[in-house]
């Protein structure tokens, strides 16, 4: 039909394959997000463990010295407010934001 424009058919097809193309690409975002989302969360236990496990070492390596300070009269109350005293000044926050218990009265 020689009236009739040849435009609109090649705008159609382009147009449904636009829309194929958004509908795989907000999958594979989907997708993206997801894996982002998880890898976040191994990043974090990660962290969390090497924390806890930089307590215990520091704790550890210093046992001998807290026996010291025992054995020469100190109390276990004392002992532990230095612990937080020295924490909080080399973390810059208190001792109970950063994982210790608070204080006891």
């Not at 907000?26 to 976040?40: C, E, P, V």
Request: aromatic fraction near 8%; hydrophobic fraction near 45%; include cysteine.
């Amino acid at each position: 039909m020689p009236g009739r424009p040849r435009v609109w058919a090649p705008a159609l097809a382009n147009r449904a394959s636009r829309s194929a193309y958004h509908v795989g690409l907000s999958d594979d975002l989907a997708q993206s997000a997801w894996t982002n989302k998880m890898i976040t969360a191994v990043l974090v236990v990660y962290v969390m463990i090497a924390g806890v496990n930089s307590l215990v070492i520091f704790a550890l390596g210093r046992r001998r010295q807290f026996a010291i300070l025992r054995l020469a009269g100190t109390t276990r109350v004392q002992v532990l407010r230095m612990v937080r005293w020295e924490r909080f000044c080399c973390s810059g926050s208190p001792s109970h934001s950063v994982g210790g218990s608070p204080r006891r009265p």
